[in-house]
Each structure stands twice: as C-alpha cells, then as structure tokens.
C-alpha cells in the first residue's frame, strides 16, 4: 500500500508562482519503482464522471510529459531520496486554479498511458490552487 500526501497548494495572483510536492510512504514502498503523475480537476467538474486532467508526469527513470496546456510553464521533478515529487508551477493563470492530485503508476507510463487516470494504482487526497486575475 502507498500512502501520498500533497502540499504547496495555495492563492495567488496570476504570473506567480507555486510548487506542490508529492510526498510517497507505505511499509512495501519502493518509490524508484514508480512514476508519478500529477492531474488537475476545476472547480465544478467534482463529481462522478468527470474525469481529471492530466498534466505532468515523470517515469521512474526521469522520463517527463507535459500536457500542452502547462508546457513550457510546469515542470516535474523528483527527488527519490525523499519519496518525493515536485511541481513548479510558473506563470500561473486563472484557468490553473484547480484541485492538484499526485497519483502513482507501477508500471512504465507512455506518450498515451501517463494521462491516463485508470493507469494510476494509488492517489493522494488533493491540494487546492487558486489563482486570481
């Protein structure tokens, strides 16, 4: 079992800046086994259905996607040492503002499976971002 467990999450005007960080725990954990993928749901698209957008991700060996519409603004990043992965997100929007998830994937993700929700095994509970105009 993998517990995860988001943070960074907060308010801010657009052009500015956040980093969320991914932190990964469980007694049979092997976190340089796993990709880590972060994904984002709008205010309002909270219900059953609506699927999560998925934003970045980053393979166990370093490998990194981008959705289009964060390239260039996000980057993923992770530090094995500490079970952790980082999102530093630059130039921030409104249309950014959203609940973050971090979620975790066993197996290689690819350039169609990384933004896929049902790849991912475990999930964390979510950290808000809101960013003003």
């Known amino acids: 079992e993998v517990q995860l467990v988001e943070s960074g999450g907060g308010s801010v005007q657009a052009g500015g800046s956040l980093r969320l960080a991914c932190v990964a725990s469980?007694?049979?954990?092997?976190?340089?086994?796993?990709?880590i993928g972060w994904f984002r749901q709008a205010p309002g698209m909270q219900a059953p259905g609506k699927e999560r957008?998925?934003?970045?991700?980053?393979?166990?060996?370093?490998?990194?996607y981008y959705a289009d519409t964060v390239r260039g603004r996000f980057t993923i990043s992770r530090d094995d040492a500490k079970n952790t992965v980082y999102l530093q997100m630059n130039s921030l929007e409104p249309e950014d503002t959203a609940v973050y998830y971090c979620?975790?994937?066993?197996?290689?993700?690819?350039?169609?499976?990384?933004?896929?929700?049902?790849?991912?095994?475990?999930w964390g509970q979510g950290t808000e971002v809101t960013v003003s105009s």
């Open positions: 979620a975790a994937d066993s197996i290689v993700p690819d350039d169609r499976s990384w933004s896929v929700e049902n790849e991912y095994d475990y």
């Open positions: 469980g007694r049979t954990l092997l976190f340089d086994d796993y990709a």
């Open positions: 957008e998925g934003i970045a991700c980053i393979s166990s060996s370093g490998t990194t």
